[in-house]
């Protein structure tokens, strides 16, 4: 009973699996307008649809070391929506072309950095914007294979404070942070800390 039990669960799970598409279940190879799987000899495996016995439509790709794109196919290609899932955090999702990244997309960092803008050959190019984990903007502006190339001007979130009047002291450390506060520096800022240094 107990395996009866456990073979039905099988087949209901391979059932919710397949039933993603509306083309029929592919049977055996070649595949053709069809929805189905295949594992590779490299232990890759690929579920979704095929056209032409290639991968054409919506499908999810695993490689074997657990690296995952989710999305559209052509002619064996990721192409267009998609997103990508590594083992080691990071994802991307967006616009891919040829099996690159290409368009508009988001990559996040599994330390939290992320970056939201375009993308040509799989490197940012183009308009972007790169974030740290808190959220704030880090860069923004123009990219050129994945270098940052050209600014553009951020609206400052923060309001710098009118500074107190200094205290006298001796101190070095102090003077000198005093004399960055009669700068118009705001303590905490990287122009602040670059005035100290």
Same mark, same amino acid.
Request: glycine share 12%.
């Given at each position: 009973m107990?395996?009866?039990?456990?073979?039905?669960?099988?087949?209901?799970?391979?059932g919710?699996?397949?039933?993603?598409?509306?083309?029929?279940?592919?049977?055996?190879?070649?595949?053709?307008?069809?929805?189905?799987?295949?594992?590779?000899?490299?232990?890759?495996?690929?579920?979704?649809?095929?056209?032409?016995?290639k991968? +054409?439509? &919506? =499908?999810?790709?695993?490689?074997? $070391?657990? #690296? /995952? %794109?989710? @999305? !559209?196919w052509?002619?064996n290609? *990721? +192409?267009? &929506? =998609?997103?990508?899932?590594?083992? $080691?955090g #990071? /994802? %991307?999702? @967006? !616009?891919?072309?040829?099996?690159? *990244?290409?368009? &508009? =997309?988001?990559?996040?960092?599994?330390?939290?950095?992320? %970056?939201? @803008? !375009?993308y040509?050959?799989?490197?940012?190019?183009?308009? =972007?914007?790169?974030y740290?984990?808190?959220?704030?903007? %880090?860069?923004?502006?123009?990219?050129?294979?994945?270098?940052?190339?050209?600014a553009?001007?951020?609206?400052?979130?923060?309001?710098?404070?009118?500074?107190?009047?200094?205290?006298?002291?001796?101190?070095?450390?102090?003077?000198?942070?005093?004399?960055?506060?009669?700068?118009?520096?705001?303590?905490?800022?990287?122009?602040?800390?670059?005035?100290?240094?």
């Amino acid at each position: 009973m107990m395996k009866k039990i456990l073979l039905s669960f099988c087949f209901l799970i391979s059932g919710i699996t397949l039933a993603q598409s509306n083309l029929p279940t592919c049977i055996s190879p070649p595949f053709n307008n069809c929805y189905g799987e295949w594992v590779y000899e490299s232990g890759d495996k690929y579920i979704g649809e095929w056209f032409n016995n290639k991968k +054409n439509g &919506q =499908g999810t790709y695993t490689w074997v $070391n657990g #690296n /995952k %794109y989710v @999305g !559209q196919w052509v002619g064996n290609d *990721y +192409n267009g &929506q =998609g997103s990508m899932f590594f083992t $080691n955090g #990071n /994802k %991307y999702q @967006g !616009q891919f072309m040829s099996g690159k *990244y290409h368009g &508009q =997309g988001k990559f996040t960092w599994a330390d939290g950095w992320y %970056y939201i @803008g !375009q993308y040509k050959d799989s490197k940012r190019n183009g308009l =972007g914007t790169q974030y740290s984990p808190n959220g704030s903007v %880090y860069q923004q502006g123009l990219w050129s294979d994945d270098n940052f190339v050209q600014a553009q001007s951020i609206t400052p979130k923060v309001v710098p404070v009118a500074p107190k009047p200094p205290a006298i002291t001796s101190n070095p450390q102090e003077i000198k942070r005093q004399k960055c506060i009669r700068l118009g520096l705001a303590p905490g800022s990287s122009d602040f800390q670059q005035c100290m240094n």
